[in-house]
């Protein structure tokens, strides 16, 4: 029996992993000292949990502990990491490039960064949702100091050419951010390999808690340095000031162990069961888009567009399933997404968009009822719509007439 509602939305949010609650547990009620506190045993036992936890971290994405400096989560860390640099270096150029797919916690710094007179590159991408090397190299300058480039996509899944572009960015002596909120505990990340300058995480998207993140900060070849965006007690080397939070950098920690040591199983489960779906929708439905990268891709992550139907309208269709219209933190926008209008998607098929998150706690009967669910609430909306009856009868729509009222 399937137990209702299906939670399928795990690139906004993920459930906290019973381990990951169990590590925090102490550290609300029995280990509650600041970590700041150098004279007792309460300080350095919370002390103890932090240090732990950067290494966890840094374990996970190849990087040394000292590296890892702790903030509210990726909003914060891209904020500080896009900021850190072009205040830091503006003396040394102004430009900055991006992607028009980026995530908003991108994008908006960068807008406040042209407000401020910084200027801003923001490189289309291909149908799949990538950009190329050579796209990068055709925008650098000599005035360039930033490249920031997410990982793989929120919305899409895509994942970008990252040891390719982290090389030319050695090459070219610009720094290299990626924010890899997506990204980090669901595929091998190598800050080395990768040659990736600062990296931004978050924890609730890898199972752990919310309100906790980190930002890597490279040490040698070269020395990033930042402008700090907070000052006070000058925490985290002077880059974050603020009391840390010890229960939930604990539990951080212990989501970036496990998705360590269970990363395959992982991805395998989810692959196996995104695929599943996918297979599962389009078998049973004419005109399914996939949106993203066919193989380049979050193993969890499957974007479909259902043309001749409205994504609101099939939301609530298959309202005890949570998946998502678009990102979530700008769904209540009834905007198309502007990560598919970036990949050339129509706003009609825009519109008609769902995302499917599958993660670690989903199971295989869950999707079997998804798939059904899914079949019948958009067989049901096509029987409804001119649209779709007219294209039946093979009408190109494209060439219609539409009369104006």
Request: hydrophobic residues 40%; aromatic residues 6%; negative net charge.
């Amino acid at each position: 029996m399937v137990k209702l509602p299906i939670y399928l939305d795990n690139n906004a949010t993920s459930r906290t992993d019973p381990r990951v609650v169990e590590k925090m547990l102490p550290y609300f009620t029995e280990i509650y000292g600041n970590a700041a506190s150098r004279n007792h045993d309460f300080g350095w036992k919370a002390e103890e949990a932090v240090d732990e936890s950067r290494s966890q971290i840094g374990s996970l994405i190849g990087a040394s502990p000292k590296e890892i400096i702790f903030t509210s989560g990726s909003t914060e860390s891209n904020n500080l990491a896009i900021k850190g640099v072009a205040h830091m270096y503006q003396k040394k150029g102004n430009h900055i490039i991006t992607c028009l797919t980026e995530h908003k916690a991108v994008l908006d710094p960068c807008k406040r960064l042209e407000r401020e007179g910084f200027e801003v590159t923001y490189l289309p991408v291909d149908k799949y949702g990538q950009v190329s090397v050579e796209q990068v190299a055709a925008a650098m300058t000599d005035k360039t100091i930033l490249m920031s480039l997410m990982f793989a996509n929120n919305e899409i899944g895509t994942i970008h050419p990252m040891a390719g572009l982290g090389k030319l960015c050695k090459e070219r002596g610009v720094i290299f951010h990626t924010d890899a909120t997506q990204a980090v505990g669901k595929v091998p990340v190598d800050v080395e390999a990768m040659g990736i300058d600062l990296l931004s995480l978050s924890g609730h998207k890898m199972y752990g808690p919310k309100g906790v993140g980190a930002l890597y900060v490279r040490r040698k070849d070269p020395r990033v340095r930042l402008d700090p965006m907070m000052d006070g007690g000058g925490h985290e080397r002077g880059m974050r000031s603020g009391t840390l939070a010890v229960p939930l950098i604990a539990g951080l920690g212990e989501a970036c162990a496990i998705c360590h040591r269970e990363m395959e199983q992982d991805a395998l489960h989810c692959r196996t069961l995104r695929d599943r779906l996918h297979h599962g929708i389009t078998s049973q439905l004419i005109d399914v888009e996939l949106n993203g990268h066919p193989t380049e891709r979050l193993p969890g992550t499957v974007n479909l567009s259902f043309a001749y139907v409205e994504g609101e309208a099939l939301m609530m269709g298959i309202k005890d399933i949570a998946c998502s219209s678009g990102s979530a933190c700008t769904s209540a926008s009834l905007e198309p997404s502007y990560v598919l209008r970036a990949l050339g998607v129509g706003d009609e098929l825009a519109h008609s968009s769902l995302r499917f998150g599958v993660g670690r706690f989903n199971n295989q009967e869950e999707i079997d009822y998804t798939i059904d669910k899914v079949v019948e609430a958009v067989n049901h909306l096509r029987k409804m719509s001119p649209l779709f009856e007219m294209a039946q009868e093979g009408i190109d729509l494209s060439t219609v007439q539409w009369a104006h009222h």
